[in-house]
Nanobody, 123 residues
Framework: QVQLVESGGGLVQDGGSLRLSCSAS????????MSWYRQAPGKQRELVAA???????NYADSVKGRFTISRDNAKNTVYLQMNSLKPEDTAVYYC?????????????????WGQGTQVTVSS
């Protein structure tokens, strides 16, 4: 009943910037936490940044001061502004959202994943 779609990935040089977007659609009642994860080749998927419905944020130490997560609740969208990008930021970035939604007569809650968007930073 819910779909997340990411956009904004691409190829950027060392020190450059990108802005990722993730929009949720479907029979959504509300979205609590929204977050960005990334997975580099040969690495485990890791949490990059998270934001609550009250706009409280949390960042991985590796991106703190360089990345900014934000959300637009009216659009059911979360953003990740990435500045001062480094080659080690190269990964597939995935959006995650903790969603309350209606499934027929049932109110349910679960996390959904986007399809991922590739970010490549050249040295």
């Amino acid at each position: 009943q819910v779909q997340l779609v990411e956009s904004g990935g691409g190829l950027v040089q060392d020190g450059g910037s990108l802005r990722l977007s993730c929009s949720a659609s479907g029979s959504i009642l509300s979205i609590n936490n929204m977050s960005w994860y990334r997975q580099a080749p040969g690495k485990q998927r890791e949490l990059v940044a998270a934001i609550t419905s009250g706009s409280s944020t949390n960042y991985a130490d590796s991106v703190k001061g360089r990345f900014t997560i934000s959300r637009d609740n009216a659009k059911n969208t979360v953003y990740l502004q990435m500045n001062s990008l480094k080659p080690e930021d190269t990964a597939v970035y995935y959006c995650n959202a903790d969603v309350k939604y209606y499934s027929g007569d049932y109110l349910q809650r679960r996390a959904y994943w986007g399809q991922g968007t590739q970010v490549t930073v050249s040295s």
